[in-house]
C-alpha cells in the first residue's frame, strides 16, 4: 500500500515563499506522476502541478506558473512544491496525489492521495 505524507504548509504573508514536501512509501517507486492539487473552501479540488518520476516533464497550472517549482528527489522519494510569490488565493488545502500510468490534470486519474497541509497567505 502506498503512502504520501504532505508537509511543509503554514502562514505565510502575501509574496512570501514556501515549500512543501510529500513523502512516499510503500512500494517500488520505479515509473510514477506526481501531482499536487489544492482545495480552497467552497471550491473543487485544482490541479497545481505534477512531474514525472523520470526525466524533465514538469506540468504547472496556468494560475502558477512562473512561481511554483515542482522538483523530485528520487533517492528520498521526495517531492516538492517551491511556492513563491504567494497570494491571498492561493490559500488552501495542498494535497499531493500519485498515479502510476501517465499524467493527467485530472484528480479523479490519481490512485494514492495525502492527508493534505493547510496553506495560508494573509494579504
Known amino acids: 500500500q502506498v503512502q504520501l505524507v504532505e508537509s511543509g504548509g503554514g502562514l505565510v504573508q502575501a509574496g512570501g515563499s514556501l515549500r512543501l514536501s510529500c513523502a512516499a512509501s510503500g512500494r517500488s517507486f520505479s515509473s510514477y506522476v506526481m501531482g499536487w492539487f489544492r482545495q480552497a473552501p467552497g471550491k473543487e479540488r485544482e490541479f497545481v502541478a505534477a512531474i514525472r518520476w523520470s526525466g524533465d516533464n514538469t506540468y504547472y497550472a496556468d494560475s502558477v506558473k512562473g512561481r511554483f517549482t515542482i522538483s523530485r528527489d528520487n533517492a528520498k522519494n521526495t517531492v516538492y512544491l517551491q511556492m513563491n510569490s504567494l497570494k491571498a488565493e492561493d490559500t488552501a488545502v495542498y494535497y499531493c496525489?500519485?498515479?502510476?500510468?501517465?499524467?493527467?490534470?485530472?484528480?479523479?486519474?490519481?490512485?494514492?492521495w495525502g492527508q493534505g497541509t493547510q496553506v495560508t497567505v494573509s494579504s
Open positions: 496525489a500519485l498515479n502510476f500510468r501517465r499524467y493527467t490534470s485530472k484528480p479523479g486519474d490519481y490512485d494514492y
